[in-house]
Each structure stands twice: as C-alpha cells, then as structure tokens.
C-alpha cells in the first residue's frame, strides 16, 4: 500500500482542476496583456477567476493579485507593507513559516525594523496579553501572525488579533496558506491588510496563488516589469494556474463543510488508534477541533534508537509523511516550531496531513506500522 499523508506539504491535483485548467490550455494562448481578440480571450480568464476569488472571501476584484504562490505573496506583503509604509517595528512568532520569519529576520539583520516575537505556550498558542504589549510600546507595528501553523495545526484567532491591530494602528499580516479553501474567510468583516494563499494547498496546481491587499493600504510592487496585475506584480500571468487556483477554491467552497467533516473523523480516528496501539506517544499543538485546524496532527513517539530514521522507514513501508524533532543543539538542523514550543528533541515527531482522498485504511496501515518501527526501536 503507498499512503500519502503530508497534504499540508502539498495536495493532489483535483481531476476537475486538471480539466479547467486543460480547457484553457487547448486554445487559448494569447497573452493576457495584448489588445487584440487573442489576448482579450485570455484576459478574460484571468478576470473571470479574480472575481470568482473576490466573491468566495466577500471581497473587490480590485484587492486580488496574482502571484506565483504563498512565498511571494508573502514577501512581498512584508517587505512592502514595512517599507512603504516607513514602519520600524515588526511582530511575529517564532513559529511562523520561514516564508515569514526568514523574510523579517533578513530585513532586521539589515537595520530595516527592530523585530519582537510574541510569546507562545507548549502547544502553539499566541500569548494575547503579551501581543498586546509589544503594540503597546512600539508605535505602529507590522504584525505577521499566521492563522494556523502548518506543523502543529494550532490556530491563531483572526478577529481577535485584528481588533488589537485596529486599536494600536498597527499593519496586520496573515499567512493563510493552511486556510484557505478549509476554512470560510469573510474579509469584509475581518481586519486583516494582507492574507495569502497558495492554489497547492487546495488540490490546485503548484506556481500560482495570490495576495490580498485591503484597498484602505497602498503599496508599491516589489516586482517590476510590465504593467500585469494593475501595475502590482510585473510579469506575464500564469494563467492556467490562474484558471485551476479559481476553480480549486470554487470546488473547495462548494464541498468544505462534508469534506471537513469527513476529515476530520479520519484526524480523529488516528488520534485514537494511536494512543491505543502505542503506549506514551504524544501530541503536539492543540487537537480539540475548535482551535486546532483539522488537516494536521503531530505525534511525537517515545525515544528510540535511531529516531532520525523513523521517516525514512515509513517512506520504504510506502507512507509518505514530514517532521522531525526539535534541536536539541545550536548546530541541528530540526523544526525550528517544536523547539520553539518547547518539545523534547529525543522524542521524534511526524506530522500526518489529511485531504480529502484520505481513508481510514490507510490510518490502519500506517499506525500498524508504526507499532513496529517502535517495537523494533524499543
């Protein structure tokens, strides 16, 4: 049997995906910024799913760029948001994707900002008060907090964290790239500047997402060229991407409620069987449902002999997952999440992701197998 269980890494392509994106594909290969009947043809795809998109998050058209997916869209949120808007404080956690935290820590090596994290506790959670604080004593901040960590699955509360943006005039910034397409973003109501999303996440094709930017902020391109994306991403647009990321969200939205629903009986049912066939694994990150996003769970196993080895005899069992340990030393290289939290680094932790395409015959051979990697390493 091969398992598939690291969709948080990336999914499948869905079939009716491939064929929205084949339609455009077969005929219609003008480019979108030429003037004549070919390139009109093609443009008209490309607003056809920016409207799409804008309708599904209660949105403009006007604040959905195109971008090639959550790492740019990212960046450029973060770089642009600070620079244009001449900000000097930035807040994150020490959680947050590299996409993030990479981005932000480069820019304070430079002495572009002075950067705070926000504290967290032992199962990812955002420490509200101290948020609070350090907005309290750096006049407007950038903050980057992302809505559900894509190795422990813990979720950050949105309007909470934009109420406390709004109150200290502070920039907000949310890496959604978990969320979107599992959860329902409603942006007229939400208090967010920027929020990203990257279509592979979704059962979408890889190289393509986008960037929401309220239109109550302005920021200049942080990639130049022509005048693609009105004038806010140079480059011409990947517009079969453009096509599947629409129809993907369209697909996602239409089914969320029974596909979270049957995803999260297969997250549960793992949980169960594995506290029930292995004596002393251990969860990391929230797992009741209502504050832990429902595609993730993250087992950390009792301490072993080679558990640098544990992935990779799931990979020859035919299970393809992630994860790691925390560093236990400044010269490893481990999840930078875990050891944040704070997570025993002689423990190894695997994070298992579910979609849609997932059944529990698979959590059946997987934790079977598992019981065995650590019978045999015991």
Known sequence: MRVYFDNAATTALDPEVLKEMYKVMEGQYGNP????????????????????????????PAEIFFTSGGTEADNTAIRCGIIDHKLTHAITTKLEHHAVLHTLQAMEKAGSIKLSYADVDDKGTVDYDHLEKLLQNNERSFVSLMHANNELGTITDLERVGDLCEAYNALYHSDTVQTVGHYKHDLSKLKLHFMVCAAHKLHGPKGVGFLHINHKVKINPMIYGGSQERNMRGGTENVYGIAGLAKALELAYAEMDSHQAYIQDIKSYMKAKLEQDIPGV????????????YTVLNVS??????????????DIAGISASGGSACSSGTDIGSHVLTAIGANPDRPSVRFSFSKYNTKDEVDYTVAKLRELCMVNA
């Open 282 to 293: 251990k969860f990391n990150g929230k797992t009741d449902s209502a504050k832990s996003l």
């Open 33 to 60: 910024s030429s003037i004549h009947a070919h390139g009109r043809e093609v443009r008209t795809v490309i607003e056809k799913a920016r409207k799409t998109i804008a309708n599904l998050l209660h949105t403009s």
């Open 301 to 314: 196993f009792p301490e072993m002999e080679m558990a640098d080895m544990l992935l990779f005899n799931l």
